[in-house]
Every structure is written in structure tokens, then in C-alpha cells.
């Protein structure tokens, strides 16, 4: 079987009809997020007002940007919870980069040369996940290994405090519109437009896919695994130096330790894309939409009045479920 060959049968596979259930699942996610906002809609009067909502659609770009990172290497790593992919990193590397940025402008470094070398750490941090998981480490403890260094950098850089971010590009990304969205939801958009594209129509994503899928049978068709889930990492924290920069960029500070914070965000809009899936696997358009709904769910709930700790307990019972559908779906394919 030749690469060519895997990669059209993946493209057939890809276009066959599915059974009744996913979709009256993926109905039911649906119909879940309109609940759910519909509810917030009516129990505050402020919700619905552009003001708030532009503040909901910014904070979900910071986790939808992210997100996609996770989800590529999900989906290249395949995503069994325990052996599969995974990037417990991205918080950390989020707020590295973001710290990165601002120390650097605050020492004189220009704009342009203080976000590139934001993201060229994120990228040496996504270069040593992926070559952990090449040399035959978990993902999971590879990850968690990096995570606790990116942290400890970050503690480094800003010396343990709050990083003032300032710039024309950081107020833009803040409070700039276009077409009337704002400007990091633009931004959100481009990078998912671009990853769904490069997923689902280059030979690259195709493989990708069908790496994650079957490691063993991409090898016989000649496609190296290695390579694909190393730059799945790469990829990852670029997208996660992304998020922190825009996070950055939000709070108009590097906050230390902001990055821990976000990672259970990010960890669920990534699985719960699965629900927004006729075929129940991770995937872009998925990832946007459970990050709207992550971020509406916190900033409906704080408008109600709930306490801060109940909605971190709301968002683990959501990750539970979701990483107990894909148990299940799991479970169902291997039968």
C-alpha cells in the first residue's frame, strides 16, 4: 500500500456516510450550547449586550487558538487518553511566550522582534516535546515534564511579577475591530480557516490523520510517524505562543502563573470538539465552537453570581463526560 493509495482511501473514508447515533449526539451538543446560552440570555439582562459578548468572543479566540494546537496533535498522536496524543505544555508555553514578549518590549526590543521571539521559545519548547515522544516517551510525562519548565522560565523572565504589555499591536489585538469582530477573533479565524484547510485538504493532513489512526499501518504505506507527530508538537506551541501573546495582550500584562490557569480550558475545548463531530473525533471547527461555549459558560455563570471554584468544578464534570464519549466511541471502533 503506497502512501497515495492511504492517503485516498482516508479521503473515501472521510466522505462515507456515518451511522444514525453521532449525529443525533452531535444534535444533542448542539442543542446543549443554545440551551445553555439561551438560559444565561434570559437569567442576565447583560449578557446578550455586544459589550459582553465581545469580551466572551475574545477570551474563547486565547483558548480556540490553543485548542487547534492541542487538536492537531490529538489527532496525529491519536487520542487515547493515556497513550495517544496529548500537550499538557500549551498553558505553560502560553505564558512563556507571553511573558517573553512583554520583558522584551519593555527592554527596548521592537514590537515585531518581541512577539518573534515570544513564539521562537514556544517552538524550542514544542521542538523538545516532540522529540521526547519520538525517543519513546509518553506524551503524557513528556509533556508534564516541559510544562513544569516552561513555568519555571516564566517565573525567571518576569522575576515573579506582573509584565505591563504595551504597543499599538497589543492595543489593536485588545480593542481593535474589523468588520465589526473583534481583532483576536479575526485572528482566531484565520488560524482555524488555515488549519481545517491544511487537515482536510493536503496530503499532509490526510496523513496526519491516518498516523493518529494507525501508526502501524501509515508505516507499511511508507509515511513516517516520527515525523509527522514531531511537527504536531512544533505546530502546538507556535499555536500556543500565539494564545499567549494574545492573552498578553487581553489582560494588557504578562500575568505569572496565567498559563496553569487556562490549561483546563484548553484541555476541554480540544476533546469537546468531539461532540460538534458526526464521526465523534477531534476537530477544528469543534474546537471553536466548545471554546465559545467554555468561554460563555464561565462568563454566564460569574454573571449569575456563581463562585469562581464552581465553575473550575463545572468545566472537570464537562471534561469527564467528554473524555468518557471517546472512551465509549473508542471501545465501539475496536469491537
Do not use: C
Not at 493518529?212 to 508538537?233: C, E, I, K, M, W
Amino acid at each position: 500500500m503506497s502512501a497515495a493509495t492511504l492517503e485516498e482511501s482516508a479521503q473515501a473514508g472521510h466522505d462515507t456516510p456515518r451511522r444514525t447515533r453521532p449525529a443525533l449526539i452531535t444534535w444533542a451538543g448542539y442543542g446543549m450550547v443554545l440551551l445553555v446560552l439561551a438560559l444565561f440570555a434570559i437569567g442576565s439582562p447583560h449578557f446578550l449586550q455586544w459589550s459582553n459578548l465581545a469580551s466572551v468572543l475574545n477570551q474563547a479566540a486565547v483558548f480556540a487558538v490553543a485548542g487547534i494546537g492541542l487538536a492537531i496533535v490529538i489527532i496525529t498522536g491519536g487520542d487515547d487518553v493515556l497513550k495517544g496524543g496529548i500537550d499538557l505544555s500549551l498553558g505553560a508555553v502560553a505564558g512563556l511566550a507571553g511573558t517573553v514578549t512583554a520583558v522584551a518590549v519593555g527592554a527596548g526590543a521592537g514590537v515585531p522582534v518581541a512577539v518573534l521571539g515570544g513564539l521562537v521559545v514556544a517552538v524550542a519548547i514544542g521542538a523538545a516535546n516532540g522529540a521526547a515522544v519520538v525517543l519513546g516517551l509518553r506524551p503524557l510525562l513528556a509533556t508534564l515534564a516541559t510544562m513544569g519548565i516552561a513555568t519555571s522560565l516564566e517565573l525567571v523572565v518576569s522575576e515573579n511579577l506582573k509584565v505591563a504589555l504595551e504597543g499599538s499591536l497589543f492595543l489593536w489585538l485588545r480593542q481593535g475591530t474589523v468588520l465589526g469582530l473583534p481583532a483576536a477573533v479575526v485572528l482566531l479565524l484565520l488560524v482555524a480557516a488555515a488549519a481545517w484547510w491544511a487537515l482536510g485538504r493536503t496530503a499532509w493532513g490526510v496523513n496526519s490523520y491516518a498516523v493518529g489512526q494507525n501508526a502501524t499501518a501509515a508505516s507499511v504505506a511508507g509515511l513516517d510517524p516520527a515525523r509527522y507527530r514531531f511537527f504536531s508538537y512544533v505546530i502546538s506551541s507556535l499555536l500556543g505562543g500565539i494564545a499567549g501573546v494574545l492573552l498578553a495582550s487581553r489582560l494588557s500584562a504578562a500575568v505569572p502563573g496565567i498559563g496553569a490557569q487556562i490549561l483546563l480550558d484548553i484541555i476541554l475545548v480540544a476533546y469537546m470538539s468531539t461532540v460538534f463531530s458526526r464521526r465523534l473525533v477531534v476537530n477544528i471547527p469543534g474546537t471553536v465552537v466548545a471554546a465559545v461555549f467554555v468561554a460563555g459558560l464561565a462568563n454566564g455563570l460569574t454573571l449569575l453570581g456563581v463562585a469562581s471554584q464552581w465553575i473550575g468544578a463545572a468545566k472537570g464534570v464537562l471534561i469527564l463526560l467528554v473524555l468518557a464519549v471517546v472512551v465509549v466511541r473508542g471501545r465501539s471502533a475496536a469491537k
